[in-house]
Structure formats: structure tokens, C-alpha cells
């Protein structure tokens, strides 16, 4: 199948306009026709190369929100015309026992990215989202609740099940205090969540403009990042806190919020080392942990909740020839709060 969406060459290189084959449907594939493909910061972190060598030409993306086009023989799942979603890894051994526990995105085999990985034989290169079109396995993609605007849609697909998984997995909820470490992608639809599922809310940030936004998300609480004296008087308090931000930040002043018995989750992935104080997690036997998006069946309970709850991500609509310079803002935090790529302009 013939695919035309925008590549990178090159680490240090801008992305440019690409075409490429998608394989044909095998019986248990669909295909679709991409509407809306969000950008991930770590759709860039890979593009240059930040966490260690790429497979190019590389066509990012793995929020993508679409309609099937064609169903393979055997597939009962979708039909043509359904509104389906496709998130960050599109296969796994589907032997290991995560891949059994619906968990593929823990493969011990590893799971297949939408981009930058091999398919299960090892040789083809995936392709991601930036593109008009993509053919995935029934089994790793999930129906979008039809009440949901397209466009919101898309980012929930890797930014919306990345939060949610381990605001489940940790019980958010009401009688707890959950942080939010940074307002970005990530961080906004974790706030959103939070606040949906009860928890009490705060955002912490190093951009001060962003407190209206947070606030309306459902934060009960903005703390202003800049200044060291705000953490004084919140230490000992949170019972989870989430770490979104995509560049190293010093870990410690975050440990010292939380209370005993308290977690704070490395969502975030600069690609560089982490200094930790060990005091300081052994001082209230606080735990430091990590988390990476979420499994098919539970992407497809976070969709279900958003359709239920109305929410979706707040997004920028951007034209393909847009991608380098969105690539630049989002770099520089100034995102309100995703950008998504309408895929009619590939
Ligand atoms: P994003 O939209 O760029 O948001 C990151 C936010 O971090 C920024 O908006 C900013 O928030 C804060 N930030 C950025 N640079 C900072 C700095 N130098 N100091 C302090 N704060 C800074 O990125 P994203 O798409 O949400 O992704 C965030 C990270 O999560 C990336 O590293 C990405 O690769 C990773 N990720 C992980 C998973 C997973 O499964 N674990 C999944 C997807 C993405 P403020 O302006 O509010 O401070
Ligand atoms: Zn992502
Ligand atoms: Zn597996």
C-alpha cells in the first residue's frame, strides 16, 4: 500500500516529505486512513537520536486517530468506517506472561514500536503516524468513543494512556494528594485524570503563564518550579508524584514531598543519568518508580472513561509543513497543550 507522511534523514536534519510502501492487509489487519497524528516529545528525543541510535528515514509518530478503510478476512473486531486508534507499539511476542496479562508494552521479548523498531521478523522497519495512512493487527488497536473530537483524540493514544495507566495502577483517587511534574503533553492529561478520578491536584511548573490553564484542567494547586522556597512548606505531603518533563531535573527537592510510604513515578526519559540521594527515600521508605504507557485492553478502558467523562486533549492543529517548527516549540515548553498534525496535509 502506497503512504505519503514526512521522514527523518538524519539526527541534525529537519523532517522532510516522504514516500513509502505499507505492507498489504494480512487476514487479521486493518487499515485506515489516518485523520490526526500527534506529536510526542518522544517522537523528537528519537528523530535526534537523544536516546541512542535511530533506524532512518524515520517517520515518527504513535498517536494516531483514524478510520478503517479495509478489514482483513478475519477480522471481527472493526468494520469499515469505525473510528480506531492506534498508540505506541503495534505487536509482541503475545507468548511472555505480560503479553498474556494484556501487558505487550512489558514484552520480555520486547514490544514492536509504531516506528523506529522491526516488526516480529526482525527485518522490516516500522513507520509511525506522520503519514495518510497504516495497516496494524486488529489486536493491538483500539475503537475511539464516538462522541470524542478526533483531534483531542489522537494525543490520548501515547500521552493520555502513559498517565493514566499508573494513576491506576497507584490508586489515584479521592483522599489523595497526587504532583504533577510538568505541564506538557503528558502533563495535562495527567492533570486532567487526576482530577477526574477524585485525586487533589498539583502542577508543578517552570513555566509560570501555564497556572490559568492548570487551574481550569482541575489542579486545586500551581507551585511555580523557579523559586526553591515554594517546596519548603509542602514537604511530606504528596502520596504520588509524576515526573513528565523531558529534560534531567534534580529528583531529590521532589522525594522530600513525598510522605511516608510515598511514590514518585519516572515518566519522563531525557536519555541521561539521574542523580539519586538514597537518604531520602529510605528517610520515610519512599519508593521511586517508573512507568511506560499501558497496555491494549487498558488504552481501550482509558478511551472508554475519556468518552464517559469528556475529556480529551487540549491540542494545537498544525499543517504537515508545520512539524520542524512545532518540533522547536514544544522543545521550548511552549505547547498548548499538543500538537497534532491534520493528515489531509501530507
Ligand atoms: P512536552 O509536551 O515537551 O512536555 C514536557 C514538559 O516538561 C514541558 O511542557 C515543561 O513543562 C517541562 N520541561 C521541559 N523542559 C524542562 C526543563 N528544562 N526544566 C523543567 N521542566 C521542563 O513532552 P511530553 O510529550 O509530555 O513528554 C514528556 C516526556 O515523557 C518525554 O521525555 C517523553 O519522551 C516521555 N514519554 C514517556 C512515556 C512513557 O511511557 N513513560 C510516554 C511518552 C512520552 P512546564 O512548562 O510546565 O514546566
Ligand atoms: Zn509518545
Ligand atoms: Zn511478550
Sequence with gaps: MKSKGFAAHAANADLAPF?????????NDVALDIAYAGICHSDIHQAREEWGPSIFPMVPGHEIAGVVTSVGSSVTKFSVGDRVGVGVYVDSCRECAPCKAGLGNYCVEGMTGT?????????????????NNFVIDADYAVKIPNNLDMSGVAPLLCAGITLYSPLRHWKAGPGMKVG??????LGHMGTKFAAALGAEVTVFSHSPNKKDDAISMGAHKFVST???????PLRGSYDLILNTVSAEINL???LQLLKL??????????GKPYPIQA???LGARRSLAGSMIGGVPELQEMLDFCGKNNIVSDVEVIKANYINTAYDRTIASDVKYRFVIDASTF
Excluded: H, Q, W
Design 226 to 232: 523557579n523559586e526553591e522556597a515554594n517546596f519548603k
Design 279 to 281: 537518604g531520602t527515600l
Design 180 to 185: 504533577i511534574i510538568g505541564l506538557g503533553g
Design 19 to 27: 514516500e513509502f510502501e505499507r505492507r498489504e492487509l494480512r487476514p
Design 252 to 254: 531529590d527537592p521532589y
Design 261 to 270: 510510604d510515598g511514590t514518585l513515578v519516572m515518566i519522563g526519559l531525557s
Design 115 to 131: 516506528y523506529n523498531g522491526f516488526e516480529r521478523d526482525g527485518k522490516t522497519v516500522t513507520m509511525g503516524g506522520y503519514s
